[in-house]
Structure formats: C-alpha cells, structure tokens
C-alpha cells in the first residue's frame, strides 16, 4: 500500500510525533486513530496534515504500523500459550523447594556441623551463585567429611533426612488437590532418596503419581528423566507441565523433551535463577503454587473426574 494512496497513522507514540515534527508534519488538535487517504481524514481526528506534496518516510509509516498491530502480536502469543496450555493433562512436580521447603534439614546439618545457621546460610548462597553443586557447601566447614558415608547413615550423623507435613510450602497441598479436582493428572518426581516416596504418601499427598531420582535409578537434569516421566503417564510431552524452581535441572530439561515448563520463582534456586535470561525459556513463570489451578483452567479443556 503506498503511502500517498493510503496511510494508517497513529500519534499514541511520542517518538512517531517527533519523526513526524523532524518531516515537517505537524499533529491535529484531538486524540485517536484514524484512515488518511489522498490528503483527508475524518473531522475530530488527531492525525498528521501533511504539508503540500511532502511525503510521510517509508520508515514514519512502518513505525505506525508497528504500533498498531503490537496489540495483535501480544494477542497472538496469548493465543498459542492458551493452544498449549488447553492441551495439559497431566502436571508434575519437582519436590525440594517447589513443594517442599528444605530449610529445616539443612539447619540440622548446619547444627551438626556446629555452626550457625547464617554462616551456614551464606555459604550455601555463595556455592549456588557459583553455579556449583549444593553439596560443595560442605567444603567449608568439613573438607574430609565422607558426605556419602554420611548420607548412608544419617541417624548416626545426627541428620535424619525426611520429608514431615511441617515442611510443605503452605501453598503446595492446596494446590495439588485443586489440580486433581479439576481432572488433571498429578505426578510427583524429583533428585529424592526413594524413602521419600513413602514420606510424601504419609504426610496425605494427592498425587497419581509419585518417583523419586533413586528409585529410577536416573538423576535430572538427565533427559532421561523427564522421558520417563513421558512414559509413565503415556501421554505425549506437549500433554504434561512440569513445574520446578530451577532452570539447570527442571525447566531447560524438560523443554528439551517437549514438556510444557513452569518456573517457579522462590526458593534458593528460584530467586538466583529468576535473573538469568535463560529464565525467559520458561512457559510460565509464577511466584506461588496458588496462581497454578486458576492459570490451566481458565484456558483447559480437561475431562471432568
């Protein structure tokens, strides 16, 4: 379409008046948008009146274009979030820091270590913002602990790993249950010992499903984990959320499989995470578990239980 055939402007931007002013053309006297054709427009409009044969630049007119049509580009990416979302059946759930909080088990090795909790504390931060792994903490204060000894004997440690109902996030339980009433499927996997298959079925979990990392023998951010997850639901990856607090082990995996992602902003992870741009491969970002049943059902088109 050719500028002096037809021109769509708007004067919402203030940048596209002052193109317009460097151009010579001056605005009306009212607000809005409107058609300017062969050197009219409709009365009341606030459109530009181009002086005698001055020609608007190829570029003052893509910029309105771009303008106007930014409403329709953020529609049609709502459109195809909404086209995924309404394709769920099935959300899983990564366990430490998405449902559970784990503050009070690393308390207890911080006591048994011998220190206090905020020294404890400031060094688990420095070691994640290191981008190193969680257990390097240990480094620290114990050098020469044999972690895996200890691990396998925990009571003799003074440091009994358990899940306990104390420790869910106050929103987590609600929000698996709402999940459930609305037909969705429920899964629970995550890098657990198995014994927290059982202590998660104890603290009352609804939950169709429930696995740990050691029970499948397969750890993330292994993508054989999230296929796993596939196969135990039997249902296609574009079928199934995955929810979790981190990028390296929850959410760039499970793109990678197909997996329709839920970042989950909170926690250690969550909010060191929350600031990296790889943060934006997310589907969905939320700060709560509450915004997860009101968010898939507005748009979902799941089969009542």
Same mark, same amino acid.
């Given at each position: 379409m050719g500028v002096t055939s037809a021109r769509?402007?708007? !004067?919402?931007?203030p940048l596209l008046v002052e193109i317009a002013g460097n151009y010579g053309v001056r605005s009306g006297q009212s607000s809005g948008c409107d058609w300017y054709t062969n050197g009219s427009y409709s009365k009341n409009? +606030?459109? %530009?009146?181009? +002086?005698a044969n001055q020609m608007l630049p190829p570029l003052f007119v893509t910029l309105n274009l771009f303008w106007l049509c930014q409403p329709l580009w953020v529609l049609y990416v709502e459109c195809i979030m909404a086209k995924k979302r309404s394709m769920i059946r099935a959300i899983f759930f990564d366990v430490g820091e998405t449902l559970v909080d784990e503050s009070r088990q690393w308390r207890l090795w911080a006591d048994w270590l011998g220190v206090s909790h905020l020294t404890f504390f400031a060094a688990f931060g420095a070691v994640l913002e290191r981008g190193e792994h969680h257990r390097r903490v240990f480094d620290y204060f114990a050098p020469n602990m044999d972690l895996e000894e200890a691990s396998r004997n925990p009571m003799a440690a003074g440091v009994d790993y358990k899940i306990e109902l104390q420790d869910f996030y106050p929103d987590a339980?609600?929000? !698996?249950?709402?999940?459930?009433k609305q037909g969705f499927k429920v899964g629970i996997a995550g890098n657990q010992p198995e014994s927290a298959e059982a202590a998660l079925r104890l603290c009352g979990v609804s939950a169709d499903f429930i696995a740990s990392s050691t029970?499948?023998?397969? /750890? +993330?951010?292994? %993508? =054989? $984990? $999230?296929? =796993?997850?596939?196969? /135990?639901? =039997?249902?296609?990856?574009?079928?199934?959320?995955?929810?979790?607090? =981190?990028?390296?082990?929850d959410i760039l995996p499970a793109n /990678?499989?197909?997996?329709?992602?839920? $970042?989950l902003e909170r926690g250690p992870w969550g909010t060191l995470h929350a600031r990296k741009p790889e943060s934006a491969n997310a589907d969905l970002r939320i700060k709560s578990l509450a915004e997860l049943p009101g968010l898939f059902q507005q748009m979902a088109d799941v089969p009542k239980a």
């Open positions: 769509l402007l708007c !004067l919402n931007s409009s +606030k459109m %530009l009146e181009p +002086k339980l609600p929000c !698996l249950t709402s999940l459930s029970g499948w023998g397969i /750890e +993330k951010p292994s %993508l =054989r $984990f $999230f296929e =796993r997850i596939v196969e /135990e639901t =039997r249902l296609q990856p574009n079928q199934i959320a995955y929810v979790g607090d =981190r990028l390296d082990n /990678e499989v197909g997996l329709f992602t839920v $970042f």
